[in-house]
């Protein structure tokens, strides 16, 4: 946390230091962040919930992010939305889970002439039927 | 032939994306059980993204490829001798002379998916680092003059000329000043940033070092969004590399001059590609937009003079300097000139990157190089400029893509993004989707954008629920009127150009005849 301190600007890189470690930002890292880079509570808690990357909970082990901006839609995505929700039980709405696995809706994914777009994990897959999603899933790289 | 052959397997998101990777161990562990050797070099994609996982190989009459390649096709692919560049029914020829890239025009594009992006020494083989060790040689008004001279405007999106934008961070008497490269690029249907910093980031990394150059910043910053790991990975890679090869660092290329850079990454806000908001971000707080004046070259990040450019225009920059100005003014249409990196996407044939001058009209790139609808179906719409951009019926693609030319029919270029749509799509549902993504995405600073996003969304439900209709369209048309003229930026300003544009050219999928009067309002 000290390489924060006296640097401009640090709240939002503290904030992503701290997810990048414990995988959420804990309530009370908030304090921390606000004494090392020295605003109030009140200011790291606005950077906090002003980004939809920041959270507040543990993630689980599997995260899946599917596409639904237009060159997705335009692929297909709804039809993809439809077949996680049948097949795999999961709305992709909000933060929805369901066990190992938690499924978002994301606005593009730079995959806009492969879609319908997905990443699972930190792996990118263009032409994203379920049974792909399930193949990544089975073997997160 | 001696020694190994060098086959080209890209390391590009959306090639591994289709499954690049697991092309790339199977062509070694088959190389190795035949006795071959191979030389694999991981390059960016050539960007004819249908054709992914595009397999080359290196050959006496040049690059040979090989695509869409699967799994199950490697073992075939040496059986039949792909080797030496021999016949395959995945053959594409050679490369450089297939039709969709032979009839493009790569100059910002030149060496993405030909060299390996992480190899300097293949960095300066293609022409790389000429113009920085030129622009050493030059004073500043020099450089200025060459891109203000070229025509050079931002890509972004705005279309600012990059020339009048680094002359004001020029003349402002201040001792630290920023570049700032914004790599957010979160429209949907654009791509080009991403594959430009995965595929060739040495080009950014000399842009941007020209640019401190010319305005006298010491200090660059790469802002890239979150959702680009790949890119993310290439960048901060490629910044070490170009220090240690001193093209960055407090003695660039031994002149004694100091350039620095330092990768930032977003944290899921589209309204930080807005360049305020940007600024904010990179200053650790809410992404929230800036009232302007002051711009950003008088008073921008931590309140210095500071010039913000998207991936594209730094990534021009190079080629503009060792070419000469003339070279790239020479292409383009009307006060639109130089190349756009055009990027075809969503529901169609043939999509990918078509870098090409300015002016081409948009049938050629949906129809020619994008080869109609992947799904067959006759194409209904595109979206021209991403999320903020007009939605085009099939007879307007006559129209030129310049920046004037678009703005003359109420569309924008934007980003260069162009999303194809075949006939089954419902534009009442598009337009809702924009006021949608408005309200999910604005920053909330301004209540043009921040309430009429969600009032849209509501008021397109009642006109497409049939309830009083004639009313509620004068009500829409009237926010959209709002929002263009009261909105801080472009996030709530331009909403309104898809919804009116779905309005304007599919009255029929919202239930109604037709908009009169729909004229007036957002005309960005």
């Known amino acids: 946390m000290s390489q924060f301190a006296d640097s401009e600007g640090s709240v939002l890189r503290a904030l992503q230091a ?17 004494e090392v880079c020295n605003v109030s509570r009140a200011e790291v808690y606005g950077v906090f919930t002003y980004y939809s990357d920041l959270r507040s909970t543990l993630p689980a082990p599997n995260v899946v992010r599917v596409c639904i901006a237009e060159a997705c839609q335009a692929s297909g995505s709804d039809s993809l939305v439809a077949a996680i929700r049948a097949e795999l039980g999961l709305d992709v709405h909000a933060k929805s889970r369901s066990g190992e696995t938690e499924i978002a809706p994301v606005f593009c994914l730079g995959n806009c002439a492969l879609g319908p777009a997905a990443l699972v994990n930190d792996r990118l897959l263009g032409r994203t039927t379920v049974a792909k999603i399930r193949a990544a899933l089975g073997d997160p790289r | ?85 021999a016949h395959h029914q995945l053959s594409l020829g050679v490369v450089d002379d297939h039709e969709w890239f032979a009839k493009q025009d790569r100059l910002t594009f030149a060496r993405v998916g030909v060299v390996d992006p992480l190899s300097v020494s293949d960095y300066e083989a293609h022409g790389g680092l000429v113009a920085l060790r030129k622009a050493l040689t030059m004073d500043p008004q020099a450089i200025i003059d060459e891109v203000g ?101 407090r003695d660039v290329l031994g002149s004694g001059r100091v350039f620095e850079v330092e990768v930032r990454v977003g944290a899921g806000s589209y309204v930080c590609g807005e360049e305020t908001a940007m600024l904010e971000s990179l200053e650790g707080k809410r992404g929230v937009v800036r009232a302007k004046p002051p711009l950003p070259a008088v008073e921008g990040l931590f309140g210095k003079p500071t010039v913000v450019n998207n991936v594209m225009t730094l990534a021009s920059v190079p080629w503009i300097i060792s070419h000469g100005a003339s070279a790239y003014r020479d292409r383009g ?83 260069g993004g162009i999303v194809v749509f075949d006939d089954s799509v419902n534009m009442a549902k598009q ?13 909330g600073k301004c209540t043009p954008c921040r309430i009429g996003s969600v009032r849209g969304v509501e008021t397109i439900d009642k006109i497409v629920a049939g309830e009083r209709r004639r009313e509620n369209l004068e009500l829409l ?48």
Not at chain 2, 431 to 443: D, K, L, Q, T, V
Request: aromatic content about 6%; proline content about 5%.
């Open chain 1, 18 to 34: 701290i997810q990048e470690t414990f995988g959420y930002v804990p309530d009370e890292a908030l304090d921390t962040v606000a």
């Open chain 2, 1 to 85: 032939m001696s020694g190994s052959t060098t086959v080209y397997v890209p390391r590009d998101a959306a090639a591994l994306s289709v499954g690049a990777e697991e092309i790339a161990k199977r062509v070694e562990d088959e190389a190795r059980k035949r006795g071959k050797a191979v030389e694999i070099v991981r390059n960016g994609s050539r960007g004819a993204l249908w054709l992914e996982p595009l397999v080359e190989v290196s050959t006496a009459n040049g690059r040979v490829g090989y695509g869409p390649v699967a799994p199950e096709d490697v073992t075939s692919l040496f059986d039949a001798g792909f080797l030496d560049g």
């Open chain 2, 149 to 249: 001279a070229s025509g050079l405007r931002g890509r972004g999106g705005a279309g600012f000329p990059a020339g009048i934008k680094w002359q004001t961070a020029l003349q402002a008497q201040v001792g630290q000043k920023y570049i700032c490269c914004n790599a957010d690029e979160g429209d949907s249907g654009t791509f080009a940033d991403r594959m430009l910093m995965e595929g060739d980031p040495f080009a950014l990394i000399e842009g941007m070092a020209i640019a401190g150059l010319a305005v006298g910043a010491t200090q660059g910053l790469i802002y890239v969004r979150s959702e680009y790991p790949h890119a993310i990975g290439a960048l901060r890679a490629a910044v070490l590399l170009a220090a240690e090869s001193a093209i960055l660092g």
């Open chain 2, 333 to 415: 249409a009307g006060r639109s000139r130089g190349t756009q990196v055009f990027q075809l996407a969503g529901n169609v044939a043939r999509g990918g990157i078509v870098e090409l001058a300015l002016g081409v009209p948009l049938r050629d790139l949906v129809d020619g190089f994008g080869g109609g609808t992947r799904t067959g179906r006759p194409v209904k719409t595109a979206q021209v400029g991403g999320p903020l951009g007009a939605y085009l019926p099939s007879s307007a693609f006559d129209v030129p893509m310049d920046y004037e030319s678009l703005l003359a029919i109420g569309a924008m270029l934007g980003h």
């Open chain 2, 431 to 443: 337009a809702r989707f924009a006021m949608e993504f408005c309200a999910e995405e604005s920053c």
């Open chain 2, 477 to 524: 048309l009237d926010l959209c009127e709002v929002m263009t003229e009261g909105s801080l930026c472009a996030m709530g300003g331009l909403t309104p150009l898809p919804v009116k544009s779905a309005l304007d050219h599919f009255p029929e999928d919202f239930g109604i005849e037709s908009v009169e009067g729909s004229t007036r309002g957002a005309t960005a």
